[in-house]
C-alpha cells in the first residue's frame, strides 16, 4: 500500500514564526502536491512538484515556499507564520507519467498561528 | 476552465436506504472525474474514477458513480447506506497544470447517515 506520512498531525505556532510542514511516500511517485483545506473551501492546490528540484505554483502560492530535495519528500515552508494560514494542510502523492492516475493523501496537519 | 460543483453542502439519509452525492464539472476536452472520501480528521481516500469506457464506475466500499455526458454529471451513489458512511464526500476532476495535471476539487457534501 501507498503511504504518505506527514510530520505532525497538529502544530501550533506565533505569528511570525518559519514553519516547516514535512511530507513523505515510500511508493517512489515523481508527483508530489500540498493543499490547504477549509470549510466551505474544500482543498486548494498550494504548489506542486513533478520531479526532484522542481516545483510549480498552485493557485494560492501566496506566503509559502517549498522544497525537493529528495524524491520522497516534499517540504512546505511558512516563511512568516500568519493568522489567516492556520488550516489543515493536506500532502499527496500520485505515479506519473499519467493523467489517469488518482492522488494518495497523507492523514493532514492542522495548523493553528496564534 | 476545469471546474466541478457540489450542489449540496449536507447530504442526510436514513440508514438501508439509496444514497447519492451529486457532482457537476465542466471541462475542456475529455473529461477525468475522481471521487473521494474524508472520515473525521483523517486525509482523504481515494474510492472510484472515471476515464473512459463504461459510464458506471464501481468503487470501494460499494459505492459507485454514473457518468452522464449530456448532463455533464458524475453522482456518486450507494445502495444501502451505512452509518459508517458518515463521512465528508469530494468529487475532483483533472486540470491542465503541469505536465500530469492536477485535481480541481469541489467544496464538499457531507453525508449523514442515521440509524
Given at each position: 500500500?501507498?503511504?504518505?506520512?506527514q510530520?505532525?498531525r497538529?502544530?501550533?505556532?506565533?505569528?511570525?514564526?518559519?514553519?516547516?510542514?514535512?511530507?513523505?511516500?515510500?511508493?517512489?511517485?515523481?508527483?508530489?502536491?500540498?493543499?490547504?483545506?477549509?470549510?466551505?473551501?474544500?482543498?486548494?492546490?498550494?504548489?506542486?512538484?513533478?520531479?526532484?528540484?522542481?516545483?510549480?505554483?498552485?493557485?494560492?502560492?501566496?506566503?509559502?515556499?517549498?522544497?525537493?530535495?529528495?524524491?520522497?519528500?516534499?517540504?512546505?515552508?511558512?516563511?512568516?507564520?500568519?493568522?489567516?494560514?492556520?488550516?489543515?494542510?493536506?500532502?499527496?502523492?500520485?505515479?506519473?507519467?499519467?493523467?489517469?492516475?488518482?492522488?494518495?493523501?497523507g492523514p493532514g496537519?492542522?495548523?493553528?498561528?496564534? | 476552465?476545469?471546474?466541478?460543483?457540489?450542489?449540496?453542502?449536507?447530504?442526510?439519509?436514513?440508514?438501508?436506504?439509496?444514497?447519492?452525492?451529486?457532482?457537476?464539472?465542466?471541462?475542456?476536452?475529455?473529461?477525468?472525474?475522481?471521487?473521494?472520501?474524508?472520515?473525521?480528521?483523517r486525509g482523504?481516500?481515494?474510492?472510484?474514477?472515471?476515464?473512459?469506457?463504461?459510464?458506471?464506475?464501481?468503487?470501494?466500499?460499494?459505492?459507485?458513480?454514473?457518468?452522464?455526458?449530456?448532463?455533464?454529471?458524475?453522482?456518486?451513489?450507494?445502495?444501502?447506506?451505512?452509518?459508517?458512511?458518515?463521512?465528508?464526500?469530494?468529487?475532483?476532476?483533472?486540470?491542465?497544470?503541469?505536465?500530469?495535471?492536477?485535481?480541481?476539487?469541489?467544496?464538499?457534501?457531507?453525508?449523514?447517515?442515521?440509524?
Amino acid at each position: 500500500d501507498v503511504k504518505v506520512t506527514q510530520s505532525s498531525r497538529y502544530l501550533v505556532k506565533r505569528t511570525g514564526e518559519k514553519v516547516f510542514l514535512e511530507c513523505v511516500q515510500d511508493m517512489d511517485h515523481e508527483n508530489m502536491f500540498w493543499y490547504r483545506q477549509d470549510p466551505g473551501l474544500g482543498l486548494r492546490l498550494i504548489y506542486f512538484s513533478y520531479d526532484v528540484k522542481m516545483k510549480e505554483k498552485g493557485d494560492i502560492p501566496e506566503g509559502y515556499s517549498v522544497s525537493r530535495e529528495k524524491k520522497e519528500r516534499f517540504s512546505l515552508i511558512l516563511e512568516s507564520a500568519s493568522t489567516n494560514q492556520t488550516s489543515m494542510y493536506l500532502c499527496a502523492s500520485m505515479p506519473g507519467p499519467g493523467t489517469y492516475n488518482e492522488q494518495f493523501f497523507g492523514p493532514g496537519t492542522r495548523l493553528t498561528v496564534l | 476552465a476545469q471546474s466541478v460543483a457540489q450542489p449540496e453542502d449536507q447530504v442526510n439519509v436514513a440508514e438501508g436506504n439509496p444514497l447519492t452525492v451529486k457532482c457537476t464539472y465542466s471541462v475542456s476536452g475529455n473529461p477525468y472525474l475522481f471521487w473521494y472520501v474524508q472520515y473525521p480528521n483523517r486525509g482523504l481516500q481515494f474510492l472510484l474514477k472515471y476515464i473512459t469506457g463504461d459510464n458506471l464506475v464501481k468503487g470501494s466500499y460499494g459505492f459507485e458513480a454514473e457518468f452522464n455526458k449530456s448532463q455533464t454529471s458524475f453522482h456518486l451513489k450507494k445502495p444501502s447506506a451505512l452509518v459508517s458512511d458518515s463521512a465528508l464526500y469530494f468529487c475532483a476532476v483533472r486540470g491542465r497544470r503541469g505536465s500530469q495535471g492536477n485535481l480541481i476539487f469541489g467544496k464538499g457534501t457531507k453525508l449523514s447517515v442515521k440509524p
